[in-house]
DNA sequence: AATTCAAGCAACCGCAGATCG
DNA sequence: GCGATCTGCGGTTGCTTGAAT
């Protein structure tokens, strides 16, 4: 506000919309679909410019809008994409489908950002804001790898996503002439199903390369290993329209150790309501709909991922290579070490933030996990941190082993 | 009760890529 | 191949609201 308008026209209205306003807008979309953005005002009888009205649809009046404050789920899926994609809002809401770019955004710049900057990492690379700590070892450089690779994919996986939902719209918009990328979202009472082109799975390519690493060859957890990831972007559209994923973990697992390592319990995220427990998850369940389900040593892909980016080796810095990323014999205390760690995930967030009544800060690195033994209280404070910075790792890579194939990302 | 300040959010702007003629 | 137009995205602004003083 306050720049020179965006559209040439004078005398169009700017600012918060009327209700009268959004009523003809929706009345007008609802008949006739939007067509063209830039035609629809002065059909709709609106003085607004397309741009202004696309907008007004796109975040507020879409009726498959989920609005209201953010369920914890909801969160890590922000904070763990955003590790992973940046500020590519647009790519993050469509992993929640019922949040708008802008809404994210906003969630992220209000909240989310400064509550990781509050725990120490910084919130663009999320990264520890003092890599000093963890520059005798190879966790650095293993998570810079990540990193490193995760953008390059990630700006691939983009152009691929775009390619789909090109060819989606297209294959749509032929039936349907509402057809169109916010149409096709999961409720709308306008969607119809949208076609989608046949084509071959397609995954990223460290996850291909992860699960052949990692996945046991008979492994019968499909969904949980990177073959649910590495689900198909043919997937995707279906995936929109049934949401049915949701993150699991161990809920009876025990308690970390006051090291925060040596309990045996492995978080990993399911997909539930699909056959198989293939790639086809969506969304994480909404608020309240927490579904923590603990399976134990499960010699699954996230174990192998955890391993990957938590353990520490000393001999080899040769990060992608086969053999590196192989599980040492004892890969289930490493993994282990993140056990639980969707969890400690949230508590980490919860607890720096204003409703968890307990600053992260204030404990100086204090874990909240109620363990006053794994505490900063034991002096130990580079290993809390440590500690934290594997799971908050470890978080990010069990999302990207079970994200939905409806990313454009995964 | 009045004022100040900060947080949250809706909306705008410019840019870049895609599409069309 | 090229230019004009359209659309979508990300960054930013400024209004509103609620808490603190």
Redesign the pocket.
Same mark, same amino acid.
């Given at each position: 506000?306050?720049?020179?308008?965006?559209?040439d026209k004078v005398g169009l209205?700017?600012?918060?919309?009327t209700p009268e306003e959004d009523q003809k807008l929706l009345a007008y979309i609802e008949e006739h679909g939007h067509?063209?953005?830039?035609a629809l005002p002065a059909k709709a009888g609106l003085q607004?410019c397309?741009?202004?009205c +696309?907008? +007004?649809w796109t975040?507020?009046l879409r009726p498959d809008i989920k +609005?209201g404050k953010f369920s914890i789920q909801e969160e890590q899926t922000i904070i763990q994409l955003h590790a992973l994609l940046g $500020?590519?809002?647009?790519?993050i809401a469509t992993h929640l489908p019922k949040r708008t770019? $802008?809404?994210i955004? $906003?969630?992220w710049?209000?909240?989310l950002k400064?509550r990781l900057a509050k725990m120490g990492i910084d919130p663009v690379t999320h990264k520890p804001k003092t890599d000093a700590i963890l520059s005798n070892d190879g966790q650095s450089k293993h998570a810079a790898n990540l990193s490193h690779m995760a953008q390059w994919e990630s700006a691939r996986l983009e152009?691929e996503a +775009?390619l789909v939902r090109?060819s989606k719209l297209r294959s749509s918009s032929f039936h349907n002439p509402l057809a169109?990328?916010e149409f096709s979202s999961p409720s709308s009472p306008l969607t119809k199903p949208a076609l989608v082109p046949p084509g071959p799975p397609r995954c990223l390519d460290i996850l291909k390369a992860w699960n052949g690493v990692w996945t046991k060859p008979n492994d019968d957890q499909a969904g949980t290993s990177a073959g649910g990831a590495a689900a198909s972007v043919t997937g995707l559209a279906g995936d929109l329209e049934s949401p049915t994923s949701t993150l699991s973990y161990s809920e009876n697992a025990p308690q970390m150790s006051s090291n925060g390592i040596g309990d045996s319990s492995t978080a990993y995220i399911e997909f539930v309501g699909n056959s198989s427990g293939s790639c086809e998850g969506g969304m994480m369940k909404e608020e309240g709909e927490e579904d923590w389900k603990g399976i134990d040593n499960s010699m699954s892909f996230t174990s192998g991922l955890q391993d990957m980016a938590i353990t520490v080796d000393n001999t080899h810095n040769s990060a992608w290579t086969g053999e590196s990323l192989r599980p040492s014999p004892d890969s289930h205390q490493h993994v282990s070490g993140g056990g639980n760690f969707v969890e400690r995930f949230t508590d980490l967030l919860l607890s720096s933030s204003g409703g968890g009544d307990r600053s992260f800060c204030e404990g100086c690195g204090e874990s909240d996990n109620g363990d006053a033994s794994g505490s900063a209280g034991s002096g130990d404070a580079s290993h809390d941190y440590l500690e934290d910075n594997k799971n908050y790792w470890n978080s990010i890579l069990n999302l990207v082993d079970s994200s939905p194939s409806d990313s454009p990302m995964f």
């Open positions: 506000m306050g720049r020179s308008p965006c559209c209205k700017k600012g918060p919309w067509g063209s953005w830039r607004r397309g741009k202004s +696309r907008l +007004r975040n507020y +609005r $500020n590519r809002w647009s790519a770019d $802008n809404e955004k $906003n969630y710049n209000t909240h400064k152009a +775009r090109q169109s990328p």
